[in-house]
Each structure stands twice: as structure tokens, then as C-alpha cells.
């Protein structure tokens, strides 16, 4: 069965995005309406272009390069590292899959024109049973995952798994919209203490970003563990 036969077409429609360092435009199908794995948020945006920005000033800079995804949803963030020539293993939770295949299998041409390789396996934070936890990667990328309470204290887990378990420890880029609501404001709070127990922590300035695509709401942080 295809990819796309998953889906009633009626139900996604497709936003282009360009990667202009290598003239390619992915396409991204979203949908309609659902939770949080159905649309193209802000902070993926802000990391994928920041990766962008980062190739523009170091060609090699993600060639070859083996990268994680965590909480991949619709894939920009990972699909557009492949493009830029890494090899990417974009994750999510299972019920996510269909649509995140669906994407990499639409941008497939793109990615392997520039050298990448992407592919979407199912991780659920806190599993430290998963394959992925055996296997080496260079850097591990993450947006906008920060919105569910119960999430915070196993995606510490994960990411404390992935940095022990591996011979060397990759590099850690997060993006992260500081909404308004006190809830939310406590949830990154609590995950931003619990964060700098294990990993040491670098702002990105604003000037470093993309210069269309950064915000003051939006926090990119450069993440190593310690």
C-alpha cells in the first residue's frame, strides 16, 4: 500500500518550503485539522532554516552527518537536514508515522539528489528498550516538543539515554516557543531545570538565526551533555 492511499487527500494539503543554500523546495502535506502531528509549527521552521543558515556559512557542515530527530511530527525539521546532506532518522510515536513517511517518501528525489538519506522509525520517550538507543548519531534535533507535562521527565530520560549509551555525544539543537499561558510557562520552566542538571546549555543569539525566520518567542538553544 502507498503512502499516500493512507490518507484521504481531501483531508492534507501541501506547503512548499525552500532551501535556498541548495535551490530545493520541499513539500511538506499537512492536514487540515488534528492535534499536535498535523501542521508545520514556527519552531521547526526557525531550526530548519538555522540549520540552513548554518550550511550556508559551512557547506559540510551537516554532509554526511548522522542526525536524530526527536518528536519529528511532519518532518520539516529532519527532511530538511537530509536535504542539506545528512542522514537522518526522523522519530515519532507510531500513530505518527503515516503521515511523517508520506513526506519523506514525497521529498525522497530531493534528499538523495543532494547526497542525504532519511528514514522515520516509531520512539516513544522513556522506551530505553528501542534500537535507536544502540545506535551512534553526530547530532540530535528537536522542536517544539515541550507541551505535554507528562512528556518532560522522559524526554529527559531520552535524551540522557542517547548521550550514555552512544560512544560520543552528539550535539543537541532544540527550538522551543515560549507561549503565554502559566501552564506552559511552568512546563518549560520545569524542563529547562532539569535540563542544565545533566547537559550544559548555549543560547543561540537572535543574530546567528536566520534573518526571516527567528522570533523573541522562539528559543534555539545549543545543547551538550555534560
Known sequence: ??????FQLNDLFPREIDIEVCLKTLRIYQKLEGDVNCVVW??????????ETMCFHKPDF??????????????????T???????????????????LRLN?????????????????????????NSDIHKQDFDMILLA??????????????TLKS???????????????????SEIQKKLWKSFYEKLTEYFYIEKVPEEQQHINYRSSDIVLLKITKK
Open 162 to 180: 542517547l548521550n550514555d549509551t552512544i560512544n560520543k555525544k552528539p550535539t543537541i539543537y532544540l527550538t522551543q516557543e515560549l507561549r503565554d
Open 144 to 157: 517544539d516538543c515541550i507541551y505535554y507535562e507528562d512528556a518532560v521527565d522522559t524526554l529527559i530520560e
Open 62 to 79: 551537516l554532509s554526511g552527518v548522522r542526525v536524530l530527530e526527536l518528536g519529528s511530527g511532519l518532518g520539516v525539521v529532519g527532511l
Open 104 to 128: 519523506i517518501a514525497e521529498n525522497k528525489s530531493k534528499i538523495a539528489s543532494m547526497g542525504g538519506y532519511s528514514i522515520a522509525e516509531s520512539l516513544v520517550w522513556g522506551d530505553k
Open 42 to 51: 514556527d519552531a521547526s521552521l526557525v531550526l530548519a532554516k538555522y540549520l
Open 1 to 6: 500500500m502507498s503512502h499516500r492511499s493512507s
Open 81 to 99: 537536514a537530509a536535504t542539506l546532506g545528512a542522514q537522518v532518522t526522523l522519530t515519532d510515536l507510531p500513530e505518527a508515522l503515516p503521515l
